[in-house]
């Protein structure tokens, strides 16, 4: 299996700019979790899906950040217009979704976003 | 809320030697404990979790954790540390209700030839 995929890995852009960065799940899987780490607030949820439903978006910052699943294969988390303070490595997560809170998250590398 | 507090921001220990990672954990029952590793530039990868049942769990890598709910605590050892191991490792907790994990702070291990 390909694990879970986030492009770009890497991103830089212009304060103001919109950024969408993109996470396809490992297959099969039917929940989905976008996670931000920066260095002050460590690692933390921004939002969850299951079965393409937003669940809990209670750490979705403000109406900048927007996130959508229109299928189980996935999800963008778009920034609207970007700010400094939005630079950040963001991380999406599967799980199978069937099991319950003990499924194990599988992570993917990341997306390094850097707003100048 | 429930909450994991990882003391150690950093830790240093020479290849070959025992570590112990601390996590203290804020919850009335038993909770949903997690150890994740992160090395540098990388995802998260799973090196065990608790949830019922025995106390000392195993995971991969060679890494056990001991769930000690006289002191709330979950701390990741690993008898003998390979230089490899040198990562940032994450101790986390599924809330009551949630499904989505909340992290400690992490703690940076360093490995000295």
Known sequence: DAGVIQSPRHEVTEMGQEVTLRCKPISGHN?????RQTMMRGLELLIYFNNNVPIDDSGMPEDRFSAKMPNASFS????????PRDSAVYFCASTQGTSGVQETQYFGPGTRLLVL | AQSVTQPDIHITVSEGASLELRCNYSYGATPYLFWYVQSPGQGLQLLLKYFSGDTLVQGIKGFEAEFKRSQSSFN?????????????????????????LTFGSGTRLQVQP
Not at chain 2, 76 to 98: I, M, N, Q
């Open chain 2, 76 to 100: 990741l050892r690993k008898p003998s540390v390979h230089w490899s191991d040198a990562a940032e490792y994450f101790c986390a907790v599924v809330p009551t209700g949630r499904r989505a």
């Open chain 1, 31 to 35: 929940s989905l979790f976008w996670y």
């Open chain 1, 76 to 83: 963008t988390l778009k920034i609207q217009p970007s700010e």
